[in-house]
């Protein structure tokens, strides 16, 4: 895969010698690839990332692998709290309530693969903004199919777990280590892998977390 390559000034050397070792998946929420393009290249936004997939399959690259972008913002995943510094970021051009077109998916399916053979990544290291942002971010969204990704070996989804033992301290060890509370930090773990589930912590919540460390 060559992607397009229309740079973005909004990138920095990545800090206390961190590589690449996590990619997060966003949504743009714009209407269009161009405005998307348009705002992560714009000095005045302050926002990068690496990679923005378009609807039709169209990769475009605006940081390079090596530097920090800027996509993640505040938050953390298992003990990194800098994660631009730790991770590559992939926009997905989408408004955020409409599906991930086959194209599109397809596409993120190639770039992953290149991204996690160059860099060691590791599946359960794939992650979405949601997963390292409870509360503050919700994307790639509850419409996301992580489970097709799990199926190719480029993210994780939750084998056969325990249903018994504390919800936080197995949300930590599966990577949720945000500092936020419980009740959000389960909207955010449900967001991904049990996005029609209600009420509080159940046994299923739990199984969900003892079967990522399976």
């Not at 000034?9 to 405005?35: C, E, K, W």
């Not at 990332?49 to 692998?65: F, R, T």
Request: aromatic share 8%; hydrophobic share 40%; charged share 20%.
């Amino acid at each position: 895969m060559t992607p397009l390559w229309h740079p973005s000034p909004n990138f920095g050397p990545r800090r206390d010698g961190l590589t690449p070792q996590i990619v997060v998946i966003h949504y743009t929420a714009m209407q269009s690839t161009q405005a998307a393009r348009d705002w992560l290249c714009n000095p005045a936004s302050e926002v990068s990332a690496h990679y923005l997939i378009c609807p039709a399959g169209s990769v475009v690259q605006m940081v390079e692998e090596g530097m920090r972008a800027w996509h993640a913002g505040a938050g953390r995943w298992r003990d990194f709290t800098d994660v631009n510094s730790a991770s590559i970021g992939i926009e997905l051009a989408n408004t955020g309530d409409a599906p991930f077109p086959e194209p599109q998916i397809a596409a993120l399916e190639r770039l992953l693969q290149g991204i996690v053979t160059r860099h060691g990544i590791k599946p359960d290291n794939v992650i979405g903004h949601s997963d390292m942002a409870p509360g503050r971010k919700i994307d790639p969204g509850p419409r996301f199919d992580w489970r097709r990704l799990a199926y190719r070996g480029l993210a994780a989804w939750p084998q056969a777990g325990r249903t018994d033992g504390d919800f936080r301290a197995a949300a930590m060890a599966a990577g949720y280590t945000a500092e936020v509370d419980d009740e959000t930090m389960l909207a955010a773990i449900r967001l991904r892998f049990r996005p029609w589930a209600e009420g509080p912590a159940a046994p299923e919540d739990i199984a969900c977390l003892t079967g990522l460390c399976a």
